[in-house]
C-alpha cells in the first residue's frame, strides 16, 4: 500500500514588484497547526448536536447530477466495509448537524482523505441527512426542505465555490422529512469525474431544523475532527472537548469509484485551508518540517494550498542546510512549480503515480506500476 503526503499547509506566492509588506501575513494564533493523522477537537467548536433515535427509519433517494429531481428506491446503501470500489468510509455517525438561525441556508463541508491515489473515476458517493435533527422519535419536522450536495477540491468556506463538476445533487424531500434521507449521488450521464485524493463534501439546506448525519470518525479514508463552517472556515467542531467526548465532527459518507483505483492512506495533512498565509519574499525560499505518520513509506504523491499572485517553486527535502542558501537535499522528482493567481485557496499537487512508460521527472517508470519517492525515516522538509 502506498502513502498520500497530502501536505496542505498554506503558502502565498509573492509576484515581483510588490511592496514586501503585501506578501506577509504572519500566522495568527487562531491557525490551526498540521498533524500527524490522529482526531482532535476543532479550533472553534459549535453546540454538540442531539443523538438520533435507533430506531428512525431511513430511505434511499438516487440523484443523477445535472438533473431534476430524485428515484426513490427500496433499501439503503450496503456497507461500505470490505467493499473493493469504496475509497471512503463513514458510515456510525448518530447524531445530525445543521446551521441555524441566520446560518441556516449556508453551506457546511467536511474534508475527506481518500483511501486511493488522485484520478480515480467517480461511481458514486452517498451522504444521510434528516429534516428533523433533534429527533427523539417524535417523527415531527417542519415540512419539506431541499438539500444540495457536492464535492470540492478545497475549502469552500477558503474559496472554492463550486462543486468539482459532475458532482452536484439536488433533491427536494417532501415526504417523511423528520425521517434519515440516504442521499445517493451518481455523475452526470456520460461523465467521467476524476477524484483528487484531498476534497471536501458540500450540503446545504433550504430551512432550519435540517442536518446532516455526523459523530464518528471515518473507518476507510481520513477525515479530521473539524467541518467546515461559515464565519469558522474550515475549521469548526462539535462540542469544546472533541471526539470521544463530543461526536466526531465530520459528516456520514461513502464514495465509490469505477474500476481498480490503487490503495493509497494519507501519511500527512493539514486541514485548515482558511489558515492565515506567508512569504519570505520574492525568490527567497524558507521551509517547514513534516513528519510522516508511517516510515519507510512509498510516497504517491504531496499538495499544496497556496494564495497570491506570482510562481510558487516546491519541493521536498530529506535534510535542510542552515549553511547553504540554496538549501540542499532535493528528493529527486519532488520539485514542481505552481501558478497562483488570486487571494482564494488554490490547490498545487505532485503525482508521481502516473506514467505513459520511459522517463517522468528523471525517473524510468513503468505504466503499469506506481512511481514512488520517499521520505527517508519518515521525515522530510517542504520547501
Not at 431544523?209 to 455526523?214: I, L, Q
Not at 501519511?267 to 519507510?296: C, M, P, Q
Request: aromatic content about 8%; overall charge negative.
Amino acid at each position: 500500500m502506498a502513502c498520500v503526503c497530502a501536505v496542505t499547509t498554506a503558502v502565498t506566492a509573492a509576484s515581483e514588484g510588490q511592496d514586501a509588506d503585501t506578501k506577509k501575513a504572519l500566522a495568527d494564533d487562531a491557525a490551526v497547526e498540521a498533524e500527524p493523522v490522529v482526531a482532535h477537537d476543532g479550533g472553534i467548536w459549535m453546540e454538540p448536536p442531539v443523538s438520533l433515535s435507533p430506531d428512525v427509519p431511513v430511505h434511499r433517494v438516487v440523484v443523477v447530477s445535472g438533473t431534476d429531481g430524485g428515484t426513490v428506491v427500496s433499501g439503503t446503501e450496503a456497507s461500505c466495509e470490505g467493499d473493493p470500489s469504496a475509497v471512503y468510509c463513514n458510515t456510525l455517525g448518530q447524531a445530525a448537524y445543521g446551521p441555524e438561525g441566520d446560518m441556516a441556508l449556508s453551506r457546511i463541508a467536511d474534508d475527506i482523505a481518500l483511501a486511493s491515489v488522485g484520478g480515480c473515476i467517480l461511481d458514486r458517493y452517498v451522504t444521510k441527512v434528516t429534516g428533523d435533527k433533534d429527533r427523539d422519535g417524535s417523527g415531527v419536522a417542519l415540512g419539506p426542505f431541499t438539500v444540495d450536495v457536492g464535492l470540492y477540491e478545497a475549502c469552500p468556506g477558503a474559496g472554492a465555490r463550486e462543486p468539482i463538476e459532475g458532482t452536484a445533487g439536488q433533491y427536494t424531500i417532501t415526504e417523511y422529512v423528520g425521517d434519515i434521507h440516504e442521499i445517493v449521488v451518481i455523475p452526470s450521464f456520460g461523465a467521467q469525474v476524476k477524484l483528487p485524493p484531498n476534497l471536501y463534501l458540500g450540503v446545504r439546506f433550504s430551512r432550519e431544523e435540517c442536518g446532516v448525519v455526523v459523530g464518528a470518525p471515518a473507518t476507510l479514508g481520513y477525515s479530521a475532527d473539524r467541518f467546515d463552517f461559515p464565519g469558522f472556515a474550515c475549521a469548526a467542531g462539535l462540542g469544546p472537548a472533541g471526539f470521544p467526548a463530543n461526536p466526531h465532527a465530520s459528516f456520514y459518507a461513502e464514495i465509490y469509484v469505477q474500476g481498480d483505483c490503487p490503495d493509497a492512506f494519507v501519511g500527512y495533512k493539514n486541514t485548515n485551508h482558511a489558515g492565515s498565509y506567508y512569504s519570505a519574499g520574492v525568490r527567497e525560499r524558507f521551509a517547514d518540517d513534516v513528519t510522516l505518520s508511517v516510515i519507510d513509506c512509498n510516497m504517491v504523491a504531496y499538495e499544496i494550498a497556496h494564495r497570491g499572485n506570482g510562481i510558487i517553486g516546491v519541493d521536498l527535502r530529506s535534510f535542510l542546510s542552515n549553511t547553504d542558501p540554496r538549501f540542499r537535499g532535493v528528493i529527486p522528482g519532488t520539485a514542481m512549480y505552481c501558478w497562483s493567481d488570486g487571494d482564494d485557496v488554490q490547490i498545487c499537487r505532485k503525482e508521481f503515480y502516473k506514467c505513459d512508460g520511459g522517463e517522468r521527472d528523471g525517473m524510468t517508470c513503468d505504466p503499469n506500476e506506481p512511481v514512488s519517492q520517499e521520505c527517508p525515516g519518515g521525515s522530510c522538509v517542504l520547501a
